[in-house]
C-alpha cells in the first residue's frame, strides 16, 4: 500500500486551531473533509479561494464515523480536551475501512515529556496519553503522529494566557519573568501538520515537537510596550502561588484549574519546557522558525493596538 497521503478529514476543523491546521492542509495541495457533529450550530467557515467539503458525524457512531473516513489516506482530530477519549472510536472506525494516518489532538502541552504524567496539568491531560497510548498499540493497523507545539502564540495574547493582557494594559508575571517556553502561531501549527502528511514515511509512529520560537514573559512585555508605546502595569505572581489557586479550584470541582497549572508549566522559573534545537522537528520538516518581534506586531497590527 502506498504510503502517499492526499485526501484528509480533520475533526472540529471549525474551532480555534483546526481552522488553521484546514488552510495548512489546503495551502499544502491537500483535499479536505472537515467533520462537524450532527446538528452542530458552529458557523462554517470558508477557506477562500480553496475549495472544502463539510460533512456532518455522529461521533458516537462507529458506522457514521467509517462512512465518513471512506477514502480518506488521512484523519487529523483537533477534538477538545474534555473529549479527547472519544479518538478511540474514532481511530477504530480509521482502522475499518484503511486509514492510513492519525493525528490525535494533542498539539498544546507536550504530554510525553518525562515527568509530565506526576503533574496536576498531567493528570488532566491523562486521556491525552491514553489515546497516544491507544495508537502506539495499534500500531500493525494505523500509523500515527503525535506533535506537540508549546503555548499558541497568538490565542495566548488574546486570552491572556501568557499573563499578558495587552488591551487591558497589564502583565502578571510569574517568578522572574525569564523563562523561556516555547510558542507556536497557529498557522505554523497548520503548516507543520501538512509537513507531517507530506512526508509520512519521515514521520510514521513519532511524536514531535515544533514551535515558531522561544520566549520569555520579560521579553514580551519589553516588546509590547516597544510596538505599542504604552507601559505595561506589571504585578508579580510566585509559581507557587499560581499553582496553589488551581489547586484550590481543582478541589472545588473546577476545572478552570487547567489555566493556573499550564501558566505554572510554560511560565514558572525551572520549568525546563524551552524546546531545544536537538528536540524540535523543525529542521527534519525543513520548517523556520519565526521572529517573535514580527510575529507580535502582526498580532498587534490586527487587533488595532500597534503605535501609530
Do not use: C
Not at 494505523?142 to 499558541?152: A, D, E, K, M, V
Not at 516555547?182 to 514531535?208: C, M
Not at 516588546?223 to 499560581?242: A, F, I, N, R, Y
Amino acid at each position: 500500500m502506498s504510503s502517499t497521503i492526499n485526501t484528509v478529514a480533520v475533526l472540529g476543523g471549525t474551532g480555534n486551531i483546526g481552522t488553521h491546521i484546514v488552510r495548512g492542509l489546503l495551502v499544502g495541495g491537500f483535499t479536505v473533509t472537515i467533520l462537524t457533529r450532527a446538528n452542530s450550530s458552529s458557523p462554517r467557515p470558508t477557506f477562500d479561494p480553496y475549495p472544502v467539503r463539510f460533512l456532518e458525524v455522529d461521533y458516537s457512531s462507529p458506522s457514521s464515523l467509517a462512512s465518513a473516513f471512506q477514502g480518506q489516506d488521512a484523519v487529523v482530530s483537533t477534538i477538545a480536551t474534555g473529549a479527547v477519549q472519544e479518538q478511540k472510536k474514532v481511530i477504530d472506525a480509521a482502522i475499518e475501512v484503511g486509514v492510513k494516518r492519525f493525528v490525535p489532538s494533542e498539539f498544546g502541552v507536550h504530554t510525553r515529556k518525562e515527568g509530565v504524567e506526576k503533574t496536576k496539568l498531567g493528570g488532566l491531560l491523562e486521556g491525552k496519553r491514553a489515546v497516544v497510548d491507544y495508537l502506539i498499540s495499534k500500531e500493525g493497523d494505523i500509523s500515527w503522529t503525535g506533535l506537540s507545539t508549546g503555548l499558541f502564540f497568538d490565542s495566548a495574547l488574546s486570552k491572556g494566557l501568557a499573563g499578558i493582557n495587552v488591551k487591558n494594559g497589564t502583565a502578571t508575571i510569574v517568578d522572574s519573568g525569564n523563562e523561556l517556553w516555547p510558542a507556536s502561531l497557529r498557522s505554523h501549527v497548520g503548516r507543520t501538520v501538512s509537513e507531517i502528511l507530506r512526508h509520512p514515511d519521515l514521520t510514521k509512529n513519532q511524536y514531535l515537537a515544533t514551535a515558531s520560537f522561544n520566549v520569555s514573559q520579560n521579553q514580551l512585555v519589553k516588546l509590547v510596550e516597544e510596538l505599542t508605546g504604552k507601559k505595561l502595569e506589571v504585578t508579580h505572581v510566585s509559581s507557587k502561588d499560581l499553582f496553589q489557586q488551581g489547586d484550590e479550584k481543582l478541589k472545588k470541582g473546577d476545572y478552570s484549574a487547567f489555566v493556573e497549572f499550564l501558566q505554572v508549566h510554560f511560565l514558572a522559573d525551572g520549568a525546563g519546557n524551552k524546546l531545544e534545537e536537538q528536540e524540535s522537528a523543525n529542521e527534519k520538516l525543513r520548517l523556520q522558525t519565526e521572529d517573535v518581534k514580527a510575529a507580535l506586531r502582526g498580532w498587534l497590527e490586527s487587533e488595532g493596538l500597534l503605535a501609530a
